[in-house]
């Protein structure tokens, strides 16, 4: 185990679950205690290497591909992850 927390925010959940997205947001949140920097980096590092990420959800049958924006804070500990965004993905690659 990494030791990261990882949480997603409500306006994040929800808009998650208006695109029928829930479970592959939950699964990417898992994924994300165990890789925190999965995603592209956005900008420079913020304040205390706070760092703004954003990755990709593939679609599916069910859902749409999704992009998704995330804040990462490893100090000071625990490191943390925030999921901040979720929005449908233009399908251009990052």
């Known amino acids: ?32 205690e165990l890789m925190p920097r999965l995603g592209v980096l956005l900008g420079p590092r913020g304040r205390g290497d706070m760092e703004v990420r954003k990755t990709r959800i593939e679609p599916t049958g069910d859902a749409p591909g999704l992009a998704v924006a995330y804040v990462y804070t490893p100090a000071p500990p625990p490191p943390t992850v925030a999921i901040t965004s979720v929005t449908p993905d233009d399908g251009t690659s990052e």
Request: aromatic share 0%; charged share 25%; net charge neutral.
């Open 1 to 32: 185990m990494s030791g990261v927390i990882a949480a997603v925010t409500v306006r994040a959940a929800q808009r998650a679950k208006e695109l029928g997205a829930e479970h592959a947001l939950e699964a990417l949140r898992q994924e994300l």
